[in-house]
């Protein structure tokens, strides 16, 4: 009783001797604002809701549930809360039944009965904090889970997006390709019939017909790349790839005015990425609090109470109770802890450091998002004059052309020319749609989700199996 008094004590002199949590110096200096900020409308937490596409709406939607990479986040949060709460069940102590029976026989070959029954408690009195320590770390851990499993979503959306989007392209681009490829037969019939009538060469019409086979050649490719764009949404969405998407109009939307991006601190604290980055600085510090706390003594408390007897019925009445203290001081470890110490400040600099690189990631997407839309802006202005010039250049040449007062090859030229131009309009207005895509991710700050039903086993007939296995197993050894 009186060892069990003194630790007490020292307990409660020392409690106050534990590391507290700590903050550090960001290793960036944030800007005040920004180079050239817009000052439109403000940006929904749902970002896409704001392109006002309703298949695009929907696609998202989809992927949000049936995602499996999303899905394996949410269950990393979920394994990180679980290994919160048995870290920190270290602070409460701990209550354990023990029982058992023996029998004994002795030299007049009789036999003894012995039951016995007790209770065994402990309790760490955690007297520099390596447990409170841990257990911070491991709540800080599912703090950085829950923050990864945000900055999945918004990752998962912007990637639909860009998909989506050049899947419109693509299919735009197919019905472009359709149309050139019908006006360009019907210029090779004028010009064969032309070439028999003998009013021109038989070079013009040649070049005609490799202009009908460069657009069939187009037009092949341009479903392929539909037809991989499509299985692409698809895994994204989490279906099979005999599955058809669940909207059918793709198009390439005008877009609305540039958000708000408001300054680039608060930015910076919406972002789960960095906010994640944080958090795990901070959990790495609190690794080093319990690493240090190891290394001094290790006090804790225990007391039992049991009752042994021959007969069950007697078992009950003659209890014993035992309280006792221990302390343990590492005395040599071969410079184990001293390394764990090491390695944990190494790991809590390299958290640090990761802060860092994410903050400048993040006001970089922001800028480069901002140029290169305007800039793309201004590009998809100077291709739509292009093209309304070059279509006023292709019904003068034609012109000329039938009057005689000009070559086919200029005609050709000027078709050619402008046909390009179609194509590389749809192109470019993707490429802008996909800044503000850019811009959209990067100002993020994630929005509320309910975590999906979590995989299980499920039962299934052996017997139905029993011959795909041995044509698994079959094809796994060689076998034919």
């Keep these: 009783m009186k060892v069990w008094i003194g630790l007490l004590f020292i307990a409660s002199v020392l409690a106050g001797c534990h590391s507290t949590p700590s903050d550090f110096q960001s290793p960036v200096d944030v800007p005040s604002e920004w180079t050239d900020a817009p000052n439109g409308p403000v940006l929904p937490d749902q970002w896409w809701t704001s392109l006002d596409d309703p298949s695009l709406d929907q696609l998202i939607e989809t992927a949000l549930d049936g995602n499996f990479s999303l899905r394996m986040a949410w269950d990393r949060l979920s394994q990180a809360r679980a290994i919160a709460r048995r870290d920190g069940a270290e602070i409460s102590p701990t209550l ?3 029982g058992g029976v023996s029998r004994t026989r002795g030299q ?48 998962l959306t912007a990637d639909i997006a860009n998909r989506w989007f050049e899947y419109a392209e693509q ?22 019939a032309q070439f028999r ?16 086979e460069s657009s069939v050649g ?31 109009e793709a198009v390439l939307i005008n877009l609305p005015p540039l958000p708000e991006i408001g300054i680039p601190s608060v930015m910076l604290q919406q972002r789960p990425d960095v906010r994640s980055a944080y958090r795990a600085v901070q959990a790495a510090d609190r690794r080093t609090a319990a690493a240090i706390a190891d290394r001094y003594p290790n006090v804790s408390l225990s007391a039992s109470i049991g009752t042994s007897a021959n007969r069950v019925s007697d078992l009950f009445d003659n209890w014993a109770a035992n309280l006792a203290g221990n302390l343990i001081q590492p005395l040599l470890d071969g410079g184990q802890r001293q390394a764990e110490v090491d390695r944990t400040l190494a790991s809590t600099s390299e ?21 290169q839309e305007r800039q793309q802006m201004a590009y ?20 000329s052309y039938l009057g005689g007062q000009s070559d086919y090859l200029n005609v050709l030229e000027a078709q050619t020319s402008v046909q390009q131009l179609e194509l590389q309009r749809l192109e470019a207005r993707r490429v802008l749609i996909g800044y503000r895509v850019d811009l959209s991710r990067a100002l993020a700050g994630g929005w509320a989700a309910t975590a999906p039903e979590p995989a299980r086993f499920v039962e299934v007939d052996e017997s139905e199996n029993s011959s795909d296995d041995h044509a698994a197993r079959d094809a796994a050894s060689g076998d034919s």
Excluded: C, K
Aim: net charge negative.
């Design 96 to 98: 354990d039944l023990t």
């Design 171 to 192: 299919s735009q681009r197919i019905e472009v390709l359709e149309r050139q490829q019908r006006n360009n037969r019907e210029v090779l019939e004028i010009i064969t």
């Design 197 to 212: 009538a003998g009013q021109v060469r038989a070079e013009d019409v040649l070049r005609q017909q490799n202009l009908v």
């Design 108 to 155: 007049d070959s009789s036999y003894t009965t012995d039951w016995d029954l007790g209770l065994i408690a402990s309790y760490e009195l955690d007297v520099w904090g390596r447990v409170r320590s841990t257990r911070d770390a491991a709540l800080l851990d599912a703090m950085v889970a829950e923050e990864d499993v945000h900055a999945a979503a918004i990752s």
């Design 351 to 371: 958290a640090i450091n990761n802060y860092g690189q994410t903050v400048l990631t993040a006001l970089s997407e922001v800028e480069s998002a901002l140029a």
């Design 380 to 399: 998809v202005q100077s291709i739509d004059r292009q093209f309304t010039i070059g279509q006023q250049v292709v019904e003068r040449v034609r012109d």
């Design 218 to 248: 187009d037009l092949a490719l341009a479903q392929q790349q539909a037809e991989t764009i499509r299985l692409q949404l698809l895994v994204l969405l989490g279906q099979s790839p005999d599955a058809a998407l669940p909207v059918e």
